[in-house]
């Protein structure tokens, strides 16, 4: 499934993602301040590889300089929204927005009611502003995940 580039915000624009894109994504993942502290474990040595984002739907977000500044990865298959990250120096500009609007867009494309999101818990609040509801909570499985995650709906025909 090819999206259009024209899904733009303030210079922004998204894109599928190609297999070069796979070291700047695993950058964003691994470099985000919101899994500092206790979270950090979590995305240590955590790697978004050519052969992920041929098998998801993936796409970036571009700025006007062509720099990857946010992504989200969106499984069709039961649907959820696997990842979700957007450049620290980026956040506050309606990168994320921006990315929810791009991710209902394709969903409704593919036929889809809505999107599961497993939500790391500081973004929580995020979710909700664009239309999420919570359904739920997925309990701690350590040693993989040591905390328990909200668990939430985007319905397709909400979002930003």
Do not use: N
Not at 11 to 23: E, H, N
Not at 120 to 133: M, T
Request: glycine residues 12%; aromatic residues 6%; proline residues 7%.
């Amino acid at each position: 499934m090819r999206s259009s580039m024209t899904d733009r915000r303030g210079g922004v624009r998204v894109r599928r993602a190609v297999a070069r894109d796979a070291k700047r994504l695993t950058r964003l993942v691994t470099t985000s301040g919101a899994y500092e502290g206790p979270y950090a474990p979590m995305v240590q040595g955590y790697k978004v590889g050519p052969d992920y984002i041929e098998a998801h739907e993936v796409h970036v977000a571009v700025d006007d300089e062509g720099r990857v500044i946010g992504f989200y990865a969106l499984v069709l298959s039961p649907p959820e929204l696997d990842l979700m990250f957007v450049a620290d120096e980026a956040q506050g500009r309606g990168i994320g927005r921006l990315l929810v609007g791009h991710l209902l867009g394709q969903a409704r494309r593919a036929g889809l009611t809505a999107v599961r999101v497993v939500a790391h818990p500081p973004a929580e609040g995020f979710y909700l502003s664009v239309g999420a509801e919570r359904t739920g909570t997925v309990e701690a499985r350590p040693p993989a995940v040591m905390w328990d995650r909200p668990e939430l709906l985007l319905t397709v025909d909400g979002g930003p």
